[in-house]
């Protein structure tokens, strides 16, 4: 128990409070108890209470960074796989400019089957599924790289306060981090060496994102590597 | 369901400039099997049963062994069949109803291994000549499907199959009756062991996982028996092979084969 | 329910039963989270001698596209039998028995899980019998509402179920499979644990209201000893068995 008496970890249909709060991410309204939807940590800010969950997809959120997979394209937009219920629209509009033609302009001598794409989520509601950007410094294709997968529910821990976490990573191993709020990493850095050690300190984080001294157990596992 | 998955971009390319300096992507050599585990009797009810993890593929075969009505021109031998099934828990694009073509093509694959190198005596199940033979069906079903599900099925039933055990049967008026307390192993003449290769470019990897499968551009499935002899092949891919490289898969085949071969025969001494 | 003559004993004097159980004890239960690597959750269970494993897919594109809904997701269950799982091998094909049961599961899972927030997309429950033993439509609830969870499929409550029965004229816990073939009376019963809804119940044989009423209660008790080891699952999957 943290919190002001209230559960730190919880599961589907645990009760995490009686007291009048605002519901907000995972949890529901039963009665007078604010209950969890999924696995997870639980977060007060304010007056709201949510879980922070750590499994399932990613939820996608207007201005989120994320990177998609290429899956698809039509002669107006690019289908992405970004790593949620639902496939992330890029316009052609949004790479070849407003005056695009798709007669001439074809989609693919841009973007290709399988080409990873930073992009950001422009535009998403319930009746509509995401739209995303890449007019924006950054954004667009990525070339080279490693991709590596962690939980969509763990990137604010790799990301850690201010950006501490993955700064220390990335220190340690001399690597740069793209990190995609969807839980798709890509990771550049100059030999295999570092990139075993970076793709180990996900690992951990993978692992132990739930529990107390992330920070010294991440920095431990890349000082292992080292010489 | 009804989607196909798409390689990225940097995966690809990290297999192809992995196998241009002569290694692989999760740092195998070429000639080099993932790891396989084998635990025989996961399904105590099944008369055999085998659980085959190869990496991360994951193969549950049972055996069951019944007495069969013979066909009317192989009254003088038992019954062998082999199914094979993608479960739709082991891949997001693994559908239900009908099995598609790639999944016939793996049970076809998986049962022309056993049946043509004779590793089953079919002769010795038979209850009664033309009236009542022994009916050997080994189902298997794929639970996780990360590559190479040939050989992953072809262990599993091989395992399961060495595991089981087959009840005695008599005739008594007329219909195979079951003697209590008796059984034996199925009467075993070899172990087919199938090598699946892949070949990306110009080069030639041994079990290729889920995703140099998808850069393959052809692959060969080649079983040997205890004898080291070839017993079954096949050829997949949308491109071919040269006779020089046929010629190296076939010594490749039969030396990792020998390898998985013992493997295959510890797991039945471990149980 | 058969009811039929037998020389098993079902229950003898001292209250114990044909595999050494007392009346209100479970059978060996055990559940494991994160079982699979392609599926989006999965869990394994392994309760008395059933053997099986789920998988859950989604929230993903539904196909065929007439079954999408504008409003909300759709949840679809699939319960399967391996040939081998039974003593008589199985046809592959799904029978009517499969299909009924992965139904009451589907509408057993319904109340649970909250698919409003995914419209036109789908959520896929597979599940695959191992190895069959009595009660394995609740052994099956149990697991897929562990893989749902993993999935991180938002849910208001966990669905947790067991069946109760009637053997030798009493009303036992958690019937086995030659209790099921030769006792009176098999209700399975599956309960979202915390807000008390009973989402499954089905019964083959013969109750008084009175019986009717006991073997939901003791059924009730089942399933509270299972949500225990479902929550015990996850805990260890995601907290290293730490926590709530």
């Known amino acids: 128990m943290t919190q002001n008496g209230m559960p730190n970890m919880v599961m589907p249909g645990d009760v995490i409070t009686r007291e009048a709060r605002r519901a907000g991410q995972n949890v529901v309204l039963k009665g007078d108890m604010l209950v969890s939807s999924k696995v997870g940590r639980v977060s007060v800010t304010d007056d709201t209470v949510s879980v922070i969950g750590l499994a399932g997809k990613y939820v996608p959120h207007i201005d989120d960074l994320v990177i998609g997979k290429v899956i698809s394209h039509s002669g107006q937009a690019w289908e992405l796989d970004i790593n949620s219920a639902y496939v992330g629209f890029l316009l052609a509009t949004d790479v070849f400019g407003r005056d695009f033609a798709s007669h001439a302009d074809e989609l693919s001598s841009k973007l290709g089957m399988g080409d990873l794409v930073a992009a950001r989520v422009a535009n998403f509601d319930r009746t509509r599924d995401p739209l995303l950007t890449i007019d924006d410094r950054d954004l667009g294709k990525i070339d080279s790289g490693v991709l590596v997968r962690i939980a969509p529910g763990k990137i604010a821990s790799l990301i850690g306060r201010q950006g501490s976490m993955v700064q220390t990573i990335e220190k340690a191993t001399n690597a740069a981090f793209t990190i995609g709020q969807n839980g798709l990493v890509v990771i550049s850095c100059e030999g295999p060496e570092e990139l075993l050690r970076a793709k180990k300190a996900i690992g951990v984080i993978e692992r132990e994102a739930y529990l107390p001294g992330l920070l010294d157990k991440v920095t431990a596992s890349l000082g292992s590597g080292s010489r | ?271 | 329910m058969g009811g039929r003559e037998s020389d098993l004993v079902l229950l003898n004097s001292d209250g114990i039963r044909c595999d050494g159980r007392k009346i209100d004890e479970p059978r060996r239960i055990s559940i494991k989270a994160g079982v699979l690597n392609n599926a989006n959750g999965s869990a394994y269970i392994e309760f008395g001698d059933n053997k099986i494993l789920a998988g859950v897919f989604g929230p993903r594109d539904v196909h065929p596209k007439h079954q999408s809904d504008s409003n909300t997701g759709i949840l679809r269950v699939r319960y399967h039998m391996q040939p081998y799982s039974v003593p008589e091998r199985k046809r592959p094909a799904p029978s009517r028995r499969e299909i009924e049961i992965s139904k009451v599961i589907k509408e057993a899972l319904l109340p649970a899980v909250i698919l409003e927030s995914f419209p036109r997309t789908a959520v896929d429950v597979y599940i695959e019998i191992l190895q069959a033993d009595g009660g394995s439509r609740c052994a099956a609830l149990d697991v897929a509402a562990v893989a749902l969870a993993d999935a991180g499929i938002p849910m208001r409550d966990m669905v947790s179920a067991c069946a109760a029965g009637k053997v030798a004229d009493t009303i036992v816990l958690d019937i086995n499979n030659e209790e099921d073939q030769a006792g009176q009376a098999d209700m399975p019963i599956a309960v979202m644990p915390n807000s008390g809804q009973i989402t499954l119940l089905q019964l083959d044989g013969i109750l008084s209201t009175s019986e009717y009423k006991k073997c939901i209660e003791t059924g009730l008790v089942g399933c509270k000893l299972v949500y225990e080891l479902q929550k015990k699952a996850l805990k260890e999957r995601y907290f290293g068995g730490q926590g709530s």
């Not at chain 2, 971009?9 to 993932?34: C, V, W, Y």
């Not at chain 2, 031998?77 to 739709?88: D, N, Q, V």
């Not at chain 2, 060969?220 to 010629?247: H, M, V, W, Y």
Request: proline letters at 5%.
């Open chain 2, 1 to 271: 369901m009804g989607t196909v998955s798409i390689l990225d971009g940097l995966e690809r390319k990290l297999i192809t400039d992995s196998l241009d300096a002569g290694r692989r992507a999760d740092g195998r050599a070429l000639d080099e099997p993932r790891k396989i585990t084998i635990e025989t009797g996961t399904i105590p009810k099944a008369e055999g049963s085998a659980r085959v993890r190869l990496g991360k593929t994951e193969v549950v075969t049972g055996v069951k062994v019944n007495p069969s009505t013979p066909f009317p021109d192989t009254g003088d031998k038992g019954a062998l069949i082999c199914t094979a099934e993608i479960a739709p828990l082991a891949h997001p694009d693994a559908e239900t109803g009908p099995p598609s073509e790639g999944v016939i093509e793996l049970a076809r694959v998986v049962d022309r291994g056993i049946r043509e190198s004779h590793m089953i005596d079919m002769s010795k199940l038979v209850i009664q000549r033309d009236v009542s033979v022994v009916g050997v069906f080994a189902d298997n079903a794929v639970l996780d499907d990360c590559g190479n599900l040939f050989d992953a099925c072809s262990y599993a039933s091989c395992a399961a199959i060495l595991d089981a055990k087959m009840p005695t049967w008599e005739m008594v008026d007329g219909a195979p009756k079951m003697v209590e307390g008796a059984s034996s192993e199925l009467p075993i003449s070899t172990i087919p062991v199938s090598v699946t290769m892949g070949r990306i470019g110009r080069h030639i990897i041994v079990d290729p996982d889920a995703t140099e499968w998808m850069c393959m551009d052809a692959r060969i499935t080649i079983t040997t028996n205890s004898d080291g002899n070839i017993c079954a092949l096949q050829k997949g891919g949308r491109e071919g092979f040269s006779f020089e490289q046929l010629a190296s898969c076939a010594d490749t085949a039969i030396a990792v084969g020998a390898k998985i071969r013992s493997t295959i025969e510890s797991s039945k001494q471990r149980s």
